[in-house]
């Protein structure tokens, strides 16, 4: 994927490059998968359109049209092809990383905002008219809100449709649709089949395969990936009674299970890793849901993607770092390694503030506490699930007993769960970074270093560094480089705009063997808000 010139707005482009429709068909000719989820591929002689690595014979250049989103393919009047399914690709990796009004949108609407909300309430998140916003999508995407939002209904739909045996009427409200007419034409026009007959292309067994009440879903991914990493991220963080790794049902493969709080209810969401023998470029992760409320099922998909950065573009990624003399080597044994967000941003700014000054393990244990203290119980558990995580409200009223913590990082935690709760910062997919950062930077207590990880974390930022940090400058230590911050910030210039990426490197190289001269697990640069931890 090295094929790319700069170019004007309106072509489909890939972050800040654009691919010509020569290069696309190039990617279709050869069935590269690496960029499904970048462009959608339209046959005028069949009125489909296909992922690039459809494994039908490849049309002829004269039939083909080329479109960024799935929803302008369906807007111009094509249908999903039945054999490459490219409704379930990756999404771009556009939509994670830009910070424009685009992508913070695309954001928003792969949560649900949509749906919830309306036109209105997303452009009123985004501080834009609808008339403005619905402008810009049409011109840059081809297909305005509404008809981005229809696009991942329909998509929803054919998931139960195909995975469960729910009644057709309680799948049209579970995917969104507002009348069963409405779901009836549009499943109709996006899959020229009736949600019957969607219904039947699938084993009764196949949708019967999972536990009564759990949806079984495949997470896809493009390139490599490196679940090991991600797993074992997540376990070293994992807050007892809220998140759990056990075994999986495959020997070598661990399974990382959590509880999510969601806009209708709540839900328990188990990842499966790869496990040992499954190539890095599989594909997929199994998962699997149980939701209170089926209408959460869009918005607790697109949180988990978010938590394992799966619409990450890793050849883009490892093919900058790669080439790095410092980073080179471990690019090269370990390809595929992800930037990791989070489920909810409210609960990942308490636990980075809760983790300042203190071990991982000590930060887990007070994380415990709270969940145990100000958490809402399940009405029954599931294995080491018990707990939901407090809430930013419930947390900005707890009683000083209960933060075990110095008198100043207690004050910022309070301040930080009052200015969630009442909206004052926001954390959501829809804000703009550098706004988010000045609003959590004017809170007492709040440091670079925390507003950093939120904004790597919680606002999928690919290009953040740390340079103060402890792990970055043990991981620069053991590979032989100056770990001091000014030093660390010089080398950190060369892996823009992958930074956050690189940050993971250097965590890896730095937990791989003790740290050199380490005795603690803090940062040694102190701001003025107190010395931030590298261990939220």
Same mark, same amino acid.
């Given at each position: ?19 010509? @429709? ?20 339209? /046959? ?8 690039? *690595? ?34 379930? /690709? ?24 949509? @749906? ?13 008219? *609808? ?55 549009? /499943? ?38 490196? *679940? ?17 790794? +056990? ?5 070598? %493969? ?23 023998? %499954? ?6 992760? @199994? ?56 489920? @909810?941003?409210?609960?990942?700014? %308490? ?8 071990? +991982? ?161 803090? *940062? ?13």
């Amino acid at each position: 994927m090295s094929d790319f010139r700069r170019s004007s707005p309106g072509r489909c482009r890939r972050l800040d490059y654009v691919i010509d @429709d020569e290069t696309r068909y190039r990617a279709v000719g050869s069935r590269d998968a690496r960029f499904d989820g970048v462009f959608f591929t339209a /046959v005028r002689t069949t009125g489909i359109y296909c992922r690039p *690595s459809c494994p039908a014979v490849t049309p002829k250049r004269v039939n083909c049209a080329f479109y960024p989103t799935a929803a302008a393919a369906q807007g111009a009047g094509f249908r999903a092809c039945r054999r490459c399914r490219p409704d379930s /690709v990756p999404g771009s990796p556009e939509w994670n990383h830009r910070a424009d009004l685009v992508g913070r949108a695309m954001r928003l609407i792969g949560d649900g905002v949509v @749906d919830r909300e309306g036109v209105a309430g997303l452009a009123g998140r985004l501080g834009y008219s *609808s008339r403005q916003l619905q402008r810009q999508l049409t011109a840059e995407l081809g297909a305005g809100p509404i008809a981005l939002a229809r696009a991942q209904r329909a998509q929803t739909a054919r998931l139960l449709l195909q995975t469960t045996e729910l009644p057709v009427t309680e799948v049209a409200f579970a995917a969104g649709f507002a009348s069963v007419r409405q779901f009836n034409d549009t /499943v109709r026009e996006v899959y020229d089949r009736t949600p019957s007959g969607l219904r039947t292309e699938v084993s009764a067994d196949r949708r019967g395969g999972a536990p009564a009440g759990t949806l079984s879903l495949r997470l896809a991914y493009r390139g490599a990936l490196d *679940s090991d990493h991600l797993i074992d991220f997540l376990a070293l963080r994992a807050v007892p009674g809220v998140e759990e790794v +056990v075994a999986g049902g495959r020997p070598g %493969v661990r399974t990382y299970r959590r509880t999510l709080t969601l806009p209708y209810g709540h839900g328990i969401a188990e990842v499966d890793g790869l496990g040992t023998g %499954v190539r890095p470029d599989r594909g997929w992760l @199994d998962c699997r849901l149980r939701l209170t409320d089926l209408r959460d099922l869009t918005t607790a998909v697109h949180r988990l993607r978010a938590l394992f950065d799966l619409d990450a573009d890793p050849d883009a990624v490892d093919g900058q770092l790669a080439a790095d003399p410092l980073l080179g080597g471990l690019v090269r044994s370990r390809p595929g390694l992800r930037s990791p967000g989070h489920v @909810d941003p409210h609960e990942l700014a %308490v636990r980075a503030v809760l983790g300042q000054q203190i071990t +991982v393990a000590a930060a887990r244990t007070l994380a415990a506490r709270l969940a145990e203290r100000y958490g809402a119980a399940l009405p029954e558990p599931s294995g080491g699930l018990r707990l939901l995580f407090p809430t930013a409200a419930a947390l900005a009223d707890a009683e000083p007993a209960d933060l075990a913590m110095p008198e100043a990082r207690r004050r910022a935690l309070r301040g930080l769960c009052a200015a969630l709760a009442d909206g004052t910062v926001r954390l959501d997919g829809g804000v703009e970074r550098e706004q988010a950062a000045a609003e959590l930077l004017a809170l007492p207590g709040i440091g670079p270093w925390t507003v950093g990880y939120l904004r790597m974390r919680a606002l999928a930022d690919p290009d953040v560094f740390l340079p103060g940090d402890a792990g970055v400058r043990h991981g620069l230590l053991r590979l032989g480089h100056p770990g001091d911050p000014k030093a660390a910030a010089a080398a950190g210039a060369a892996w823009a705009p992958w930074r956050s990426y690189a940050v993971h490197r250097l965590w890896a190289a730095a937990s791989a063997a003790p740290a050199p001269a380490a005795t603690s697990a803090f *940062s040694s640069s102190a701001s003025a808000s107190g010395s931030e931890s590298d261990n939220a």
